[in-house]
């Protein structure tokens, strides 16, 4: 692609793929802006026809070293400041027209920074049109004398076209006059706009070869801008509003179902000349969105594409109209691109709306460079990346083009200003990449299996009839009758009608007599008209009939070598993708071994450290298995030395149990036998008081937890003991919860509550009279002996009216029977118990000094209570 300059930094060029016979690439031209008067260092140079030299300006370094590296970059054709707008056309736009007639797409776009002449090379200026005034003049120059009459074909609003009758196109044409919501379409007999009069000049006209004189062609034009990546319709008819006006709405991209892009809603314009065409141009170019910035005057803001679609469909068997038939109906369509310039905001000075406007274009013109990118990557390397149409309204209307729609060429535009240098690199590396993509060729369309030259023996057969005419003193006109009208003059003359007379029956008879024979003789001229324009048309088609024998043997042979060599070029082909196919495989065979041996060599490095591991595993195994058996003796010994020290231990707290006891005895003798002799001196008894207990330990002396709420009080049963708390009750009432199915009531542990409601179900009415509530539940404990569970709690009242209970407190009384034979008393054996004893007395001295009261804490809900008892034996 580039070529160093003789003795300067060498630049690798990329490598070059074969040619590919169904692929075309990209065109890419290049054409330098002359240097403007302010100007004075120049960057570029123009070395050939095809190639150009990019001087760094001064100052600017691109090598470490700090030398200047010139560079040249080739393209398809290099157009200097000298060239003009027709070599320009001839070279670069004349094909893509040559096949818009012959019903192939084409897309046209000129790149550049901006202010490099993108618009002037498009549009041109009066007496240098550019691309497009050419190409309108070109086209309607090869198909003006076939054109259709005007909405003959009409589009369906889906990328299509549909044919109508001269009839209907008659009625459509009325419709639109008389309906002021469809626009006008532009009259070629008006006067142009002096900014474009005179674009072309005859001399400079040109005309396609080979155009099909068997069909009938329209042209529709439609021009729209990507701006801020929205699609908006330049020829949309707005109803202007000065006080507020509507803004433009934008468009929405469709697939049609050949899977084609178009803008949907976009209007197309039926044109029937070059001027015409343009004048409708013009008023959209109007509309553009156009701004000043420091580096151009008028910098377009936006992407313009005007579309150029070209309606074609054969004639019938006569030659004379249009063939009715959707399905014959080609349809090609050339758009020409002109780019907004990629520009830097610290150059342009940009604020607001244009910083917007410059980012959108930049944004839109990298996405065109990203997929040219990836298509290029895909053709080149043999990926299949996605490439991101998508991302850019720009890149996604010409999808088709790159996908195999059409001829892409494109005009990189550059101004050859030492300001311009860095975009202008930029630039020159997009063309570089972008000549190296390849678009498939597009397929020719088929052709009508009608006899060719119908056109031309329908006018052949008007000239012969015209001629006819002329040598029987007629004069020359399409129409029979019109011709054969003059020659009614040589009649019979008619008799006078002059009636003077009512009774004449001789004036009208005669008359009608004349009239009957003139009528005859005029019939007869017809009849020898149709017999002589039958023979001739028999004639005319029997060497038509021969014509086209001698061509159809003719297209039989071409036929033949056109197969041949399609056959020829798909086996070449054939063998290239084999070839190619075949040095991919062959590198995919080499990467294999590469790997196969990495992979062998990991597998004998792997087996080995398995190996190692295996040995190291075993060792650890056997290691294991010795520690166990040492573990396993170590625990038995351990055991058995434990199990017979904790034997020891459970002997020796035994027998510290039996000597406390014994203490507790002796005194309990010491204390019986003080009591027993106060009596027996006839005192009254003392209130029984608690002993003196001897000095407490260090744990005897923590402070006992005692529980807040009252305990039952003592009822007249001998045996039931009173608590403490029963008696603190005051003036509360209770409620007394004693269930009937789990109470023993021939325990002594049942306390008895004062100023108490008891109850075995307690209800709402009970509880609403009652402040405190205690239930009392018994069960049998882990040691067999009965305990007595008094569950406390206050009665609240709730929010609703009602009543609920708050348990606070839990106390467990539990009845202990002293069974070993040591805490027998033989001095009391033979008293008896003394009876009849009041409520709230004890048995005996005995049983009620063995009474031990201790507090601890019980549950979660507050402190219990547990009361031991001693029975005699």
Known sequence: ?????????????????????????????????????????????????????????????????GEFRETQYSFQKVFGVSTS?????????????DDLIHGKNGLLFTYGVTG????????????????????????????????????????????????QSEVDALLERQRRDNNQTFPKTPSSKQKLDPEIADMITPEEAWKADGVDEDSGYSIFVSYIEIYNNYIYDL???????????????????REDQNHNMYVAGCMEVEVKSAQEAFQVFWKGQKKRKVANTCLNRESSRSHSVFMIKLVQAPLDADGDNVLQDKSQVAVSQLCLVDLAGSERTGRTGAEGTRI????????????????????????????????????????????????GEGKVRMVVCVNPKAEDYEETLLVMRFAEMTQEVEVARPVDRPICGFTPGRRHRNQAFKEELSRRLEERG?????????AIRPLLQNLPPLPSCELTDPRDDVTLPRLIEALQHRHRIRQTMFDEY????????????????????????????????????????????????????????????????????????????????????????QRELSDKRRMEQRLHGAVTDTHLKWEKECGRRVNVMQ???????????????????????????????????????????????????????????????????????????????WVDHKPSFNMDLGTVLQPVIPNAIHVSAPNEKVLSKCDRYVLTHQEVASDGEIATKLIKGDVIRTRGGGQAVQFTDIETLKQELATAPSRKRKSSENKPASGDQTDGSWTDVETRCAVALEMRAGSNMGPSCVITKRRKP
């Open 1 to 65: 692609m580039t070529r160093p300059a003789k003795g300067k930094t060498p630049r690798r060029p990329p490598p070059k793929k074969p040619p590919n016979s169904q692929k075309d690439p990209v065109g890419v031209y290049c054409r330098v802006r002359p240097l403007s008067v302010e100007d004075r260092e120049c960057c570029i140079e123009v070395i050939s026809g095809s190639t150009i030299q990019l001087h760094p300006p001064e100052g600017f370094k691109t090598t470490r070293n």
């Open 85 to 97: 707008q027709m070599e320009l056309f001839q070279d670069v736009a004349k094909v893509l027209v």
């Open 116 to 163: 490099s002449g993108k618009t002037f090379t498009m549009t041109g200026s009066p007496g240098q049109g550019g691309l497009l005034p050419r190409a309108l003049d070109m086209i309607f120059n090869s198909i003006g004398a076939y054109q259709a009459k005007r909405f003959i074909f009409k589009s369906d609003d889906k990328n299509g076209m549909e044919i």
């Open 235 to 253: 020829l949309e008819e707005t109803q202007e509003d000065a006080i507020k006006p509507k803004p433009p709405q934008s468009r929405l991209l």
């Open 356 to 403: 917007r406007e410059a980012g959108n274009i930049n944004q839109s013109l990298l996405t065109l460079r990203t997929c040219i990118e990836v298509l290029r990557e895909n053709q080149k390397y043999g990926t299949s990346r996605m490439v991101p149409y998508r991302d850019s309204k720009l890149t996604h209307v010409f999808k088709n083009y790159f996908d």
């Open 474 to 482: 007629g004069p020359v006109d399409k129409d029979v009758a019109s």
């Open 530 to 617: 149709s017999r002589a324009a039958n023979t001739l048309k028999s004639m005319l088609q029997q060497l038509d009939s021969n014509q086209a024998a001698t061509g159809n043997a003719v297209q039989e042979h071409n036929d033949k070598l056109s197969e041949k060599d399609r056959i020829i070029q798909n086996n070449k082909s054939e063998i290239e993708r084999l070839e190619k196919r075949t040095k991919m495989y062959e590198h995919k065979i080499d990467i294999l071994q590469k790997t196969t041996k990495i992979y062998e060599d990991d597998k004998r490095s792997m087996q080995s450290e398995l190996e190692t591991r295996a040995q190291r595993l």
């Open 655 to 733: 027998m510290e149990m039996q000597n406390k006891l014994l203490v507790k005895d002796e005194k309990l003798k010491q204390l019986k036998a003080i009591v027993t002799e106060s009596k027996t001196r006839g005192r009254p008894d003392p209130p029984p008081r608690q002993t003196q207990p001897t000095r407490p330990s260090r744990e005897e002396r923590l402070p006992v937890k005692r529980s807040a709420s009252p305990s039952p009080a003592p009822t007249s049963t001998p045996v039931r003991p009173l608590h403490r708390r029963s008696r603190s009750a005051g003036g509360e009432k």
